[in-house]
T-cell receptor, first 114, second 113 residues
């Protein structure tokens, strides 16, 4: 069965510093990959998705992620953190083949301090 | 505005008292799904539906029921709630087909005493 591992349940960065949130997936066939963000008391909002086009995917709010098949990774980055980036981030994988199921990682809570 | 609407947003109830959480989407999506979110576990799929009258179990279906009589609605039913079903629940919808992002509701926080 496919699974998603997010390294680090909590990440803390200074405002203006690089954000790096790690995600590894287990799949023999490249799946569809997503990053979602959850702000307090809200649902999940799509940040970006990988669907086998470009390996470097740009999303909203200055985030991007790079698909690396050899490392089965899909890490999320942002060059300069902003206070408003504080939220919980979820990496998710969807099996290829037209099936919409999402398998989520456990999430990483990002804190941004002044 | 495209949205997924869940009701209620918050509910405190007691063990054994049947409850229903409603979910409605206005995007004409074929696929709908229910998830529960628990600390340290991320979101886990409870049930999903590929279209009207087509539903199937997800990863944690025990204690839940669903129905899909209309394309826009996908209610989650807890026939006899228990304290281990205390959780944050999300409904989501998407177009059919691989790689389609899911749109999430704002969540329903259930507390079963």
């Amino acid at each position: 069965a496919q699974s998603v591992t997010q390294l680090g349940s909590h990440v803390s960065v200074s405002e203006g510093a690089l954000v790096l949130l790690r995600c590894n997936y287990s799949s023999s066939v490249p799946p569809y990959l997503f990053w979602y963000v959850q702000y307090p008391n809200q649902g999940l909002q799509l940040l970006l998705k990988y669907t086998s086009a470009a390996t470097l995917v740009k999303g909203i709010n200055g985030f991007e992620a790079e698909f690396k098949k050899s490392e089965t990774s899909f890490h999320l980055t942002k060059p300069s953190a902003h206070m408003s980036d504080a939220a919980e981030y979820f990496c998710a994988v969807s099996p290829s083949g037209g099936y919409n199921k999402l398998i989520f990682g456990a999430g990483t809570r990002l804190a941004v301090h002044p | 505005e495209a949205q997924v609407t869940q009701n209620p947003r918050y509910l405190i109830t007691v063990t054994g008292k049947k409850l229903t959480v409603t979910c409605s989407q206005n995007m004409n999506h074929e696929y709908m799904s229910w998830y529960r979110q628990d600390p340290g576990l991320g979101l886990r799929q409870i049930y999903y539906s590929m279209n009207v009258e087509v539903t199937d179990k997800g990863d944690v279906p025990e204690g839940y029921k669903v129905s899909r009589k209309e394309k826009r609605n996908f209610p989650l039913i807890l026939e006899s709630p228990s304290p281990n079903q205390t959780s944050l629940y999300f409904c989501a919808s998407s177009s059919q087909g691989g790689g389609q992002p899911q749109h999430f509701g704002d969540g329903t926080r259930l507390s079963i005493l």
